[in-house]
């Protein structure tokens, strides 16, 4: 039987990353999960496969632009092979990477399933077969989420996908629904789309991307309503079912909704060669064993954690998907630290003021801390400025002045509580953002703090001179009170 200070089961972001900072710190750790290396769900099935195939959407698009630049390419040709190819390869870099920094630090990795046997104890049943018993004196578990599914609507055919099967390119349909205008679904959508699949989107609500600010999503419903060949809000899909030529799909108007996006005869029922089926994710909670436990588990099934992301079970720990939302790899990451730091006696609480979102289309779209549509939920005063990246130089020289950055202020204080932004690139932006909001910078602080030029951050600087009515490149005086 193995002895361990920490046991971490699940390797995710948030996994690896709590084993590797208690492995810096001192203790003797071992991981367990059934991949052959670190990685989870992020590395092998999800963020970085994802944004390999949509790098190449990208370049698709950029050629495809290009003749309005003065260069012209050819039709660009599709090897589906050498495409999954440098995906793979993508993936068994990062995870081979990560499992020989795991050895660099001493953690013992055990491929395997664990099941708790009671709050110091697990047993593994190993991928190569037999099992291990391991003790600990703390646990984190860091099991993650899986794919949702829309009840009612699940078949059993090979053309119905979920994010996993998309990601495995299977072919390049010549149609595809995409269930869900979500981040996932919109994603991977546009990669469909790019390299060639007339792709149809159904969302339930008034618009893409629910919760987001719509004046930033504005600008990339415009661009997909020209790179996807359909977008059906206010729908549901009812119906599904398998047939030789393809899933023949009901689509209904939602309840009471808006008479401004009316679905046609042949909205309601069409045929696809491929569905891809993306609405949300939910935890891996159910983890062998944790009945003999004194952990709980919610109503919605997310493990129920306190500030330090310790569980009912004074031993036992838990971060990332598994605890709630927002499901992001970057807010596991950091739970895995304050988790380690509580186990080693240190004073620390997981209270960010602002976790970062990034939707990874063209244009992306992030945002963090307040948003309007928090705000007006709240019904909490706020003034807004905003940057038109069609004023900026460097999003005109690269032809993509399709975008803009605002600022959420505080009245008075003139504090800034939120950011958002969209536009090319808008992912790489945003971390300014979440340091103004956590540092608690005020509009000046922004304004006074000095840009490169030509960038695209110096969006965030004209944005808090717009607050002041004494940007640049933008004529908006301020209005007086």
């Known amino acids: 039987m193995s002895s361990y200070q920490l046991v971490v089961i699940g390797a995710g972001p948030g996994g690896y990353a709590a084993a590797f900072y208690a492995a810096d ?3 003797q750790v071992a991981m367990v999960d059934p991949e052959p290396n670190p990685g989870g769900v992020c590395l092998y099935r999800g963020c970085i496969p994802s944004k390999a195939l949509l790098h190449v959407a990208k370049v698709i698009a950029e050629a495809k632009h290009a003749p309005a630049l003065g260069v012209t390419f050819g039709e660009p040709k599709i090897d589906l092979n050498a495409l999954r190819a440098f995906k793979d390869k993508v993936v068994q870099q990062m995870t081979g990477g990560l499992g020989q920094v795991q050895k660099m630090r001493k953690i013992t990795f055990i491929q395997g399933m664990a099941t708790f046997v009671d709050p110091r104890r697990l047993s593994v049943e190993l991928v190569k077969g037999g099992k ?79 919760g987001a ?57 069409q045929t696809f060669d491929r569905v891809l089926v993306s609405v949300g994710r939910k935890p891996n909670s159910a983890v062998p064993g944790l009945d003999k436990t004194k952990v709980e588990i919610g109503q919605r099934g997310f493990i129920t954690v306190d500030s330090t992301r310790r569980t009912a079970e004074p031993s036992i720990f838990a971060i990332g998907d598994v605890v709630g939302e927002p499901m992001l790899a970057h807010k596991a990451s950091h739970e895995a630290r304050v988790a380690v730091e509580a186990i080693l006696g240190h004073k620390t609480a997981f209270e ?14 992030a945002w963090c801390g307040l948003t309007e549509t928090e705000a007006k939920a709240q019904g ?27 600022l959420v202020i505080e009245p008075g204080t003139e504090r800034i509580l939120g950011v958002g932004v969209v536009g090319s690139g808008a992912g790489e932006l945003i971390a300014e953002g979440v340091l103004a909001v956590e540092m608690a910078a005020n509009a000046t602080d922004l304004k006074l703090s000095i840009h490169p030029h030509p960038t695209l951050s110096e969006t965030m600087m004209e944005a808090a001179e717009v607050f002041f009515g004494q940007s640049t490149h933008v004529y908006k005086p301020k209005r007086k009170s």
Request: glycine fraction near 8%; avoid cysteine.
């Open 213 to 269: 600010d719509r004046d930033l999503v504005t600008f990339l419903h415009r661009r997909l309503e020209k790179t996807l060949h359909k977008i059906l809000l206010n729908a549901r899909v009812v119906e599904m079912k398998d047939g030789k030529s393809g899933v023949t799909v009901k689509i209904e108007p939602v309840a009471g909704a808006s008479e401004e996006t009316p679905l046609t005869d042949a909205d309601k029922t």
């Open 25 to 27: 710190m001192g203790m």
């Open 352 to 365: 960010p003021q602002a976790i970062p979102a990034v939707v990874f289309t063209d244009p992306e779209v």
């Open 380 to 406: 909490r005063q706020v003034e807004i400025a905003r940057f038109p990246w069609a004023a900026l130089g460097r999003a005109v020289a690269i032809d993509r002045p399709d975008g803009v950055t605002k």
């Open 132 to 210: 291990e018993d391991v003790t600990f004196e703390h646990a984190i578990i860091a099991t993650g989420s899986r794919p949702s599914t829309v009840p009612g609507l699940s078949i059993n055919s090979p053309r119905v996908m979920d994010s996993t099967t998309a990601l495995d390119l299977p072919d390049i349909p010549k149609t595809l629904l995409v269930v869900g205008g979500g981040y996932i679904g919109l994603e991977l959508g546009s990669v469909y789309a790019a390299l060639g699949t007339k792709v149809t989107v159904v969302e339930m609500t008034p618009g893409l991307l629910p």
